[in-house]
């Protein structure tokens, strides 16, 4: 579009796919298209591994099956807020978890479902596994 500024057109592409990373971006959308099922994803490389090639390859991770489903049906406004090695005493504290409080409260009337993934570095990370684990 011309005369478009970059959030503009980021925003409008957002609308049109209903996929975003962005929690303002998501906002947007969720009152630009109030009919359309809202979902916020946080979680970690279960919901955020790359690609094999980054922009190209087979799906990795569960939100791309998800995504590929739902993107650009107009039925659908998601929030991808994963990311890879993220722990859930990290995603349930601090600057995250009021970050997604905050989406949470502005978009509650439009979202309908959460999906959260932790587990896997949280029992066997850096920081937890050398304790359960015997000297040999």
């Known amino acids: 579009m011309p005369n478009e500024t970059p959030i503009e057109r980021r925003r409008r592409i957002a609308a049109h796919t209903?996929?975003?990373?962005?929690?303002?971006?998501?906002?947007?959308?969720?009152?630009?298209?109030?009919?359309?099922?809202?979902?916020?994803?946080?979680?970690?490389?279960w919901f955020a591994y790359p690609k094999k090639w980054i922009a190209f390859g087979g799906d990795i991770n569960v939100i791309h099956h998800i995504e590929n489903v739902v993107s650009r049906t107009d039925k659908v406004n998601l929030l991808r807020l994963a990311s890879n090695g993220d722990e859930a005493v990290d995603m349930m504290s601090g600057q995250q978890k009021a970050d997604l409080a905050s989406v949470m409260e502005q978009t509650a009337k439009y979202v309908k479902l959460v999906l959260f993934s932790g587990g896997g570095n949280d029992i066997v990370g850096k920081r937890d596994m050398p304790m359960l684990l015997n000297e040999y």
């Not at 209903?18 to 298209?33: A, E, N, P, Q, W």
Request: proline fraction near 4%; charge should be neutral.
């Open 18 to 45: 209903g996929v975003t990373s962005l929690r303002t971006d998501f906002l947007h959308i969720c009152k630009k298209h109030p009919d359309r099922i809202g979902i916020i994803t946080e979680g970690d490389s």
